[in-house]
């Protein structure tokens, strides 16, 4: 995976004191760029996840709204403005 893997000193030698500046500074580098990568991976993510939006009580209701179909509204709808009329309805009595 890594080119410094297979040049490892500590694996052939037994008096191996350490990495080169080289090797160090490779692997700094080779991190670094690691790191950034994924904090790109994540600000994607959030941003796909939050709905490209600031506002969270718009993203909330935009995203409830996209993710069902109009039939699906129709049915909550349907089922809850019975459940109100029955609710209304036991005060009439």
């Known amino acids: 995976m ?5 040049k490892n ?4 030698d037994e008096n191996w004191k350490g990495y080169t500046f080289e090797e160090l500074m490779y692997q700094r580098a080779y991190t670094t760029a690691r790191i950034e990568i994924q904090k790109q991976r994540i600000a994607t993510n959030f941003h796909r996840l939050s709905g490209g939006q600031n506002h969270a009580g718009s993203s ?9 179909s109009y039939l699906d ?5 349907f089922k809850l403005g019975r459940g109100i009329f029955r609710f209304f309805r036991r005060f009439k009595r």
């Open 2 to 6: 890594n080119k410094l893997d297979s």
């Open 9 to 12: 000193p500590s694996r052939d």
């Open 60 to 68: 909330l209701m935009s995203r409830f709204f996209s993710g069902i």
């Open 73 to 77: 509204i129709g049915i909550y709808t």
